[in-house]
């Protein structure tokens, strides 16, 4: 059974403590850097050779054209006519709901005139084109399809370009439905760096896109970060997160679980627990180990617990909320009474998960709100993933003669401040001389 690390807020070096805890290395890895780095540029210069190159060697695609390896609309649909009734009746409600949020985050245009006539406002547009990479072969996740593609789709991106890699030919009947009922405009066969770089670099096939989102391993990562600023991205997510806050009255085997559902990520996941109940934490202790016998993934459960999972004791919820501001969580359940009132005194998290019966899960597949959410406590200065990533801002300015006038009068005091003649003069053309 897993050692899970104790911690109290009580003890002299508890921050300290937190932060040994909380730490986590993500430093590139200098062999997948050099390889990533001669892969981008490869694909750069060379186009759809160097990908059917690529695809051949890492996934064992037997394809002679780049087109070769576009999925058409109609095997989306195929795919989505295959799953079972009960896959398709998830995945459509999942869809639906994703979607109704969504609508609530589009920004719209916006404009006001003042009183000399100027026109001032705000140009929402969408992106001409995004990309979305999806995992593939032993990872299925229609789920990330969803979360990704409907926000671009609620935005009115006009083309959604999907890339999944497919080893050895085999797709999964799960994603590509997903894809359909998404709405994804084009679908490649293609993973790894390759994708990324046809995405950001485009190819004589596969078009360049103005973003790239989605999750893959550490070599789409740092494609990612490496194609960044040639085009936008996401987020550079690290290992998943879970915070419970827990008051010491739910269902010890709830909590248990919801620890569980993040650890069986993968053996870097973190699960934090935090109440101000020490027996409370000892039964969820009991929970662990009765429930990690029943889990198909126990070993890696059992490597996140025992790595990187911490139980704090705290003195008081208040102390509670200081701890859970302090991490900055990716997910974060307050399985408290009143939950909605405490969740007002969060500042720092990617999504709060309110009350005992809101399970963490709820919100990977269906509740609604997006799960691309920042990691690592970047949820300190970023957000979820939503319909404004896919929309960019525009400044309107339109002056009015008289507005001009007067502007220009205050643009030329500080344009000469600043020494830019050029400036100055530019707006004193427009300043209405005295008769």
């Not at 459509?92 to 916006?110: D, G, I, N, P, T």
């Not at 671009?152 to 959604?160: I, Q, R, S």
């Not at 989605?214 to 040639?230: C, E, F, I, L």
């Not at 109440?275 to 490597?303: C, H, N, W």
Request: net charge negative.
């Amino acid at each position: 059974m897993p050692e899970i690390r104790q911690l109290k807020t009580s003890d002299n070096d508890f921050w300290k403590q937190l932060d040994e805890v909380l730490a986590w290395e993500q430093s590139t890895d200098s062999g997948v850097a050099s390889v990533v780095t001669d892969i981008l540029a490869d694909v750069k210069k060379r186009g759809d050779a160097a990908v059917l190159e690529y695809t051949q060697k890492f996934d064992r695609v037997d394809a002679t054209t780049a087109a070769q390896l576009e999925l058409s609309k109609d095997d989306l649909q195929q795919a989505l006519d295959r799953i079972n009734p009960e896959q398709r009746a998830a995945l459509e409600l999942a869809a639906a709901r994703v979607r109704a949020y969504a609508k609530h985050q589009k920004m719209e245009s916006w404009s006001y005139t003042e009183a000399d006539g100027t026109v001032l406002g705000q140009k929402i547009t969408p992106m001409d084109r995004a990309g979305l990479y999806v995992p593939g072969g032993k990872a299925a996740y229609p789920s990330s399809v969803l979360m990704n593609a409907i926000p671009a789709k609620v935005a009115e991106v006009p083309e959604l370009i999907m890339v999944v890699p497919t080893p050895g030919g085999e797709t999964n009947d799960l994603v590509l439905a997903s894809a359909a009922i998404s709405g994804v405009d084009r679908v490649f066969t293609i993973g790894g760096a390759q994708a990324i770089a046809a995405l950001a670099y485009g190819t004589e096939t596969i078009p360049k896109v103005d973003i790239i989102t989605g999750p893959g391993n550490s070599y789409v990562a740092t494609a990612k970060r490496m194609v960044y600023g040639v085009v936008g991205i996401d987020m550079i997510a690290g290992p998943s997160e879970i915070l419970v806050v827990c008051d010491g009255k739910t269902d010890p085997d709830w909590i248990a679980m919801d620890l569980f559902s993040q650890a069986e990520h993968d053996e870097e996941a973190q699960s934090i627990l935090v109440s101000p109940d020490a027996e409370f934490l000892v039964k969820v202790k009991a929970s662990i180990e009765k429930l990690l016998l029943e889990m198909p993934r126990k070993e890696i459960i059992q490597t996140s617990l025992q790595n990187r999972a911490a139980f704090i004791l705290v003195s008081s919820m208040e102390e509670a909320i200081v701890v859970a501001n302090y991490i900055a969580p990716e997910h974060l359940e307050l399985s408290i009474e009143d939950a909605e009132k405490w969740a007002q005194k969060i500042r720092h998290a990617g999504a709060i998960f309110m009350g005992r019966y809101t399970a963490e899960a709820l919100g990977d597949y269906c509740a609604g709100p997006n799960h691309v959410l920042p990691t690592s406590g970047t949820a300190r200065f970023s957000s979820p993933l939503g319909v404004y990533d896919f929309q960019k801002r525009s400044s309107l300015i339109g002056c009015s003669a008289e507005g001009a006038s007067e502007l220009g009068k205050c643009a030329s005091t500080l344009a000469h401040g600043e020494g830019l003649v050029a400036h100055a003069r530019s707006a004193e053309y427009r300043i209405i001389k005295d008769e």
